[in-house]
Each structure stands twice: as structure tokens, then as C-alpha cells.
């Protein structure tokens, strides 16, 4: 096509054209740090009973939780979360490592030095939105980056969220007892995988950086004396 003929039109179709633009995620998953924690545990609190259940496999009462938060450590593990418009933690995926001695049931499934376990919550006001197949994709290409070719997901059976992101992966599914084990093999590295993660968590912190100034305005004007709420 040339631009500087008149006669010459775009023969892109415009369906095409939306079609792409749709395809743009909406979900930015960013890396989660220490000054997240509060958030998250605001967002696990906020889980009911049947979401705990299917979070944690059991009801957790606010202490453990509490605790569970407060332990986690950013320096080990590495924690996802996507933060809706008004800079509210919508959902969690928290990609815990252990080394492959530490887990002899998933030593026969990799030859490297470690594995990950995903974990994933998502808020009810956010169901729906595609938040946790995001969050696992963002584990699947960290767990890549990071020389690790095998993650894991344990779950109730009952779990159909999960179940459906463990096949939609492609995710070999073991069930037992009402619980299911789920295992995906990870290609290595990759420049194309590093430029891609690299990329989406910038794009996440400038989405992130957005919302939270957003937020500090939006706090700081309400101070404002007749901007108050009535």
C-alpha cells in the first residue's frame, strides 16, 4: 500500500481491525511487594467461606490467614495480583518455590534443582474477567524465566475455576479423594519469554502507578473543604 497515492485505500478489514483491539489484555498482572501486603490481606479477608474452602482447601479463620499473609516471603516466593480501577486487589496468584528434594512426589516429574506450587484467589466483584487465567499465565512465563519446568496446583476436585485453568493449560490432572493434583511441563527459556514478561510487568507498573496516584488524588480532593461527601 502506498500512503501517498489518494486513489489507494486500506484494505484492512475493520472487523479485523476491532477485533485486535479487543484482543488487547485488560487484566495487568503485576509482581506484588512489601507494600502490598496489607492489600492482600484486605482481599483474603474479604473471601467468603466457600472461597477460602476452595483457596486454602479448608476454612481458614481470620488469625490463620492473617498469619499465612505475614509469612510470606517476597525474597522467596513470588506473588502476583491484579488491582481493579478504584486500586482495590482483586485477585492473587502466589507461585511458592521449594527445592525438588523438599517435594519427592514431584521429583520424578523434573530433573531441576526446584519446582513451584500456584496458588490463585479471586474476588467475587472481579468473576468472570479472565483475572485468574492471567495470573497463571504470569506464573507459567516467571516459572519459565526462572529455570523451572514444572508447576504444580493442588485443589479440590470441586474446584471448576481451577480445574478449567489446569486443562485450558494443558495441565496432566490427578484426582484422588475429592482432591486434584495438577502438573504442567514448562519449555525453557526463551529471549522472546524474557522480552514478554518484561514488557507486561512494565506495562503492570505503569498501570499500577496510574491507579495509585489516581487513588491519592482522588483522596487528597475529597479532604478539600466543599468537596467533602455529604
Partial sequence: MNPNDP??????????????????????VKELAERDRRRMLNHFLAL???DRLLRFGSVLPDEIITTYVQKIDFAHD???????SKFKLV???????????????????????????????????????????KLFERAAIHCRNADVDTLYMHCLSSNQTMMHIAKKAGMQIQRDYGEADAYLQIPPASPGSMLKEAVEEQ??????ALKANTRAATKWLGKLP???DN
Fill in 203 to 208: 506495562v503492570a507498573s505503569l498501570d499500577y
Fill in 7 to 28: 486513489n489507494q485505500k486500506d484494505d484492512t478489514p475493520l472487523d479485523a481491525t476491532l477485533a485486535e483491539a479487543r484482543s488487547i489484555p485488560s487484566v495487568r
Fill in 91 to 133: 485477585g492473587v496468584g502466589h507461585l511458592a518455590f521449594a527445592a525438588r528434594d523438599e517435594r519427592p512426589d514431584l521429583s520424578v516429574a523434573t530433573t531441576k534443582d526446584k519446582v513451584a506450587e500456584f496458588g490463585v484467589s479471586v474476588s467475587a466483584s472481579a468473576r468472570g474477567l479472565g483475572v485468574g487465567s
Fill in 226 to 228: 466543599g468537596l467533602k
Fill in 78 to 84: 513470588t506473588v502476583f495480583g491484579v488491582y481493579n
Fill in 48 to 50: 467468603d467461606q466457600d
